[in-house]
């Protein structure tokens, strides 16, 4: 069973950067792709970013692009996600998921992770 846990967020000033992780378990996850996203209070839940993890490929919402990076660690079966110049906009629960070959959505996702970014 596919198990994701997210830690790393917190609260910073706008401006700063924060590094969140996902660490996976369960199975490898070579053929699969992970995804970031996140939901603030009141919103729904909006996709921030994947990467695919044979590849290391990766792909962005606009609303992050150039400000946010995915990466992954073979070895450490974990993916993060770097965030530069926090906007408050920001703030919200990032949840980390994981998407199976050929399946369209993501089916696994962690328990999330709290970001609040003043301004």
């Known amino acids: 069973q596919v198990q994701l846990v997210a830690s790393g967020g917190g609260l910073v000033q706008a401006g700063s950067s924060l590094r969140l992780s996902c660490a996976a378990s369960?199975?490898?996850?070579?053929?699969?792709?992970m995804g970031w996203f996140r939901q603030a209070p009141g919103k729904e839940r909006e996709f921030v970013g994947l990467i695919i993890w044979n590849t290391g490929s990766t792909n962005y919402a606009n609303s992050v692009k150039g400000r946010f990076t995915i990466s992954r660690d073979n070895v450490k079966n974990t993916i993060y996600l770097q965030m530069n110049s926090l906007k408050p906009e920001d703030t919200a629960v990032y949840y980390c998921a994981v998407r199976a070959p050929g399946v369209t959505g993501f089916g696994s996702w962690g328990q999330g992770t709290q970001v609040t970014v003043s301004s």
């Open positions: 369960g199975r490898t996850f070579t053929d699969y792709i």
